[in-house]
C-alpha cells in the first residue's frame, strides 16, 4: 500500500473512532457518527418508539443563504448521532425580507395522524413579524413541508419551547414580550393550531423548558439578554396551570449557566431510574456553526433543581442512569 494511502486509511479509522465517542462532554464539539460537529441548535428531541430525533437549527458554513435550513439527527442512546439531512430547506415564506430568521425548531409526532409536525419561530430582521411556523412530514427525515404562519392565542411569540406530558399531551412555550412573560399553551387536535392558554408565567424568560417529574411540574427560563449568556432561573408548581413559585437559580448565577441558555429539559425514563437532562446552549453569534451544546443531567428533589458543574458523562438510556467519566 503506498503511503497516500495508507495515512487516508489511519485519517478516515481516526475520525471515526472520535465519532464514536464514550460519553457526553458539555460544551466540546460534538461529532456525528460521519465526525461532523452537530448542527441542532436551539433544538428539540421526541422519542419515537426506541429511537430518539433531535431537531435544531442548522447553521452549518456554507449553505446557500438564501434558505433556512432545519436539521435532523437520530440516535438509539442520546449520545451517538446519525445525521438525517436537512429536514427542511425554507425560502422566506412570508416576504419578511433579507436576514429574516427562523430560530427553535421543535417537532410534535402526532401518532393517530403518523405525522411530524414542526413548530418554529418565524421573524423578520428585527423581531417583529413574531409569529410561530408551521411545517409537516410524514417521516422523521422529512422532507417538511411548510404550512402557515400565525401568532399563538394572537399573541406575539418569539422563542418557543415544547413540553410533552406523560400522558403524551403536546405544548407549546412561548415568550411573549408586551405580556412580559411566557405562556404554555395546548395544541389543536390536529397539532397544527395552538388551541388553549394553560398557563401565562409572569417572567420575562425565554428558551422556555418545562418537565414532569415526580409530580411536580419545573419550568426552567434564561433572562431576555439576546445572544449573552445569564443565570436561568426555575420555579415549580403541582399543576401545569400553575400557581407556579417564585424564580430560583439553577447554578451559581456568576457562572451564568455555565456560559449557556436553556433549550429542552429532556426526561430519560429507564428500567432502573430516571435522569432529567438540562439541554442548552453555548452560543458563539460570530461563528454560529460552532455554537456549542451544554448537556446535564440536573438533580432535582421536592422543590429543589439544580445543575451541577458540567463535566463528561454517560448516559445509560435502558437503564435511566448515568455516571460521570472518568478524566484522564
Ligand atoms: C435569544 C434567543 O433565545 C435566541 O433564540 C435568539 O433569538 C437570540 N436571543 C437573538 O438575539
Given at each position: 500500500m503506498n503511503k497516500n494511502v495508507l495515512l487516508a486509511c489511519v485519517f478516515v479509522v481516526c475520525k471515526s473512532l472520535c465519532a464514536q465517542q464514550q460519553g457526553i462532554h458539555p460544551g466540546e464539539v460534538w461529532p456525528d457518527t460521519k465526525g461532523n460537529h452537530i448542527q441542532a441548535h436551539g433544538g428539540g428531541i421526541i422519542k419515537v418508539a426506541d429511537t430518539y430525533y433531535w431537531y435544531g437549527e442548522?447553521?452549518?458554513?456554507?449553505?446557500?443563504?438564501g434558505f433556512r435550513y432545519v436539521s435532523g439527527y437520530s440516535s438509539k442512546d442520546l449520545t451517538h448521532w446519525t445525521f438525517m439531512g436537512d429536514v427542511l430547506k425554507l425560502t422566506d415564506p412570508e416576504n419578511l425580507g433579507a436576514h429574516w430568521i427562523l430560530e427553535r425548531p421543535k417537532v410534535f409526532y402526532h401518532k393517530a395522524a403518523k405525522k411530524y409536525v414542526m413548530y418554529f419561530h418565524l421573524d423578520n430582521h428585527n423581531y417583529k413579524f413574531a409569529r410561530v411556523g408551521v411545517a409537516v412530514s410524514d417521516k422523521p427525515g422529512g422532507p417538511f413541508s411548510y404550512v402557515k404562519s400565525f401568532r399563538p392565542l394572537g399573541l406575539e411569540s418569539r422563542d418557543i419551547g415544547q413540553f410533552i406530558d406523560d400522558d403524551g399531551t403536546p405544548y407549546l412555550i412561548f415568550e411573549s414580550r408586551p405580556s412580559k412573560g411566557f405562556y404554555i399553551a395546548s395544541l389543536s387536535a390536529d397539532y397544527r393550531e395552538v388551541d388553549k392558554q394553560i398557563s401565562f408565567i409572569?417572567?420575562?424568560?425565554?428558551g422556555g423548558a418545562i418537565v414532569h417529574y415526580k409530580g411536580l411540574y419545573y419550568a426552567i427560563g434564561s433572562a431576555l439578554t439576546g445572544w449573552k449568556p445569564n443565570p436561568n432561573k426555575y420555579a415549580t408548581a403541582a399543576s401545569l396551570a400553575g400557581p407556579w413559585s417564585d424564580f430560583k437559580d439553577i447554578a451559581p448565577p456568576a457562572t451564568n449557566t455555565y456560559q449557556s441558555q436553556s433549550t429542552l429539559l429532556l426526561k430519560v425514563e429507564g428500567k432502573d431510574s430516571t435522569t432529567v437532562i438540562f439541554m442548552a446552549d453555548q452560543w458563539r453569534p460570530a461563528t454560529q456553526w460552532d455554537s456549542r451544546y451544554l448537556w446535564m443531567p440536573v438533580e432535582m428533589s421536592g422543590e429543589k433543581l439544580w445543575l451541577p458543574e458540567p463535566k463528561p458523562w454517560k448516559l445509560n438510556v435502558k437503564k435511566g442512569t448515568w455516571e460521570y467519566l472518568e478524566q484522564k
Open positions: 442548522e447553521r452549518a458554513q456554507g449553505l446557500d443563504t409572569h417572567a420575562p424568560l425565554e
